[in-house]
Nanobody, 123 residues
């Protein structure tokens, strides 16, 4: 299984950004996908998760209403649309995957991880 996250960059507060995570080596539609982030000196934290079909999603309170997770099973890709970005959203963002029929919010329950993409939001 390989997960390749991309789309990070340097933006200003209030801007939008879309992250992508392309998956290979797996039957993508069998996997629940998650997004996590880790800021310098902090623990990795949950951001969002999406069910196998995309019908169900769940978000961290800190991003609820600003971020949207989606997936395209035909393209083996999961997305994270981020809007109204804040400096506190600055972090390395990771995508994760696990075969599951339920949403997963805990990092330790995912067994496949991408390499991360840096998002920096300036004030």
């Amino acid at each position: 299984v390989q997960l390749q996250a991309s789309g990070g960059g340097l933006v200003q507060a209030g801007d939008s950004l879309r992250l992508s995570c392309a998956a290979s080596g797996l039957t993508f539609s069998n996997y629940v996908m998650g997004w996590f982030r880790q800021a310098p000196g902090k623990e990795r934290e949950f951001v969002a998760t999406i069910s196998r079909t995309g019908a169900s999603t769940f978000y961290a309170h800190s991003v609820q209403g600003r971020f949207t997770v989606s997936r395209d099973n035909a393209k083996n890709t999961v997305y994270l649309e981020m809007s109204s970005l804040k400096p506190e959203d600055t972090a390395v963002y990771y995508c994760a995957a696990r075969i599951s029929n339920i949403l997963i919010v805990r990092a330790y329950e995912y067994d496949n991880w991408g390499q991360g993409t840096q998002v920096t939001v300036s004030a």
